[in-house]
């Protein structure tokens, strides 16, 4: 239940001129660099998701790692990011400035697009807008630098697209077990995946969801322990996302 548009940022980057370090991109395939990623969702959907991938310009390999501000946030939500790792969720306020770790950082090659960079807010029933931004830098130059803001726009309705009234993982955690998604939608729609994560943002599964309700197996023996991270998507947007631990057999 939600749409994301872009838009001019209205906000001037206080580094000054911005440097072209890398292509930032939508999921749509627009670059984004020093601009808005506007994300519409309704306020009883959790772990809201904005993806951007980075491709590196130039011709030398570089090591790329990324910064969050709070621009502007909403009282009593939380957000966090996935760059190297996936981070734990923060109540807002608690990190204005979130730098991830400097052993997260990436290597990345010119032309070669990074796709684990995900952001999500999650607004525990609360209007309002959220504007975040996320300056991915050169850990051997930081002040070679890209930009973009994305701002979580949170209303009681929403955008009425797809409302999901089950998505649950089981076992969870799963100890030498296949991972069981169950979904349950309010009516059958068309497009709609599951799509699965690790916690450095590599895809481990795509299945497509026929119908309004759907049993998923996610096969856990060639998994590595650790956390998951699935969402239902549609167009390229997330309509909800669960997490979900694999342990070692």
Known sequence: MK????????????????????????????????????HWGDNATPNQEVDVHVILNGSTNKTLNVRRYELSVVPNTENYFCWGVCYAPQLAGALPVWNAQPQHAIQCQPGVMVTNFHAYHTPYGANGASTYRY?????????????????????????????????????????????????????????????????????????????????????TAQLAPGMYFASLQRNGRAASSIRFVVAGR
């Open 135 to 219: 300056v991915w830098y050169d850990i051997s130059n930081p002040s070679d630098t890209v930009w973009c803001d994305i701002r979580f726009q949170v209303t009681s309705v929403g955008v009425p697209e797809l409302e999901v009234k089950q998505f649950e993982a089981f076992p969870n955690p799963a100890v030498g077990q296949d991972v069981q998604l169950r979904l349950e939608l309010n009516h059958d729609v068309v497009g709609a995946q599951v799509v699965v994560h690790n916690m450095v943002g590599e895809q481990v599964l795509q299945v497509p969801v026929r119908g309004a309700a759907a049993r998923i197996t996610v096969p």
């Open 3 to 38: 749409r994301t548009l872009l838009s001019l940022s209205l906000i001037t980057l206080v580094a000054g001129t911005q440097a072209q370090l890398a292509e930032l991109h939508d999921l749509w395939g627009n670059m984004v660099n020093g601009q808005l990623i506007e």
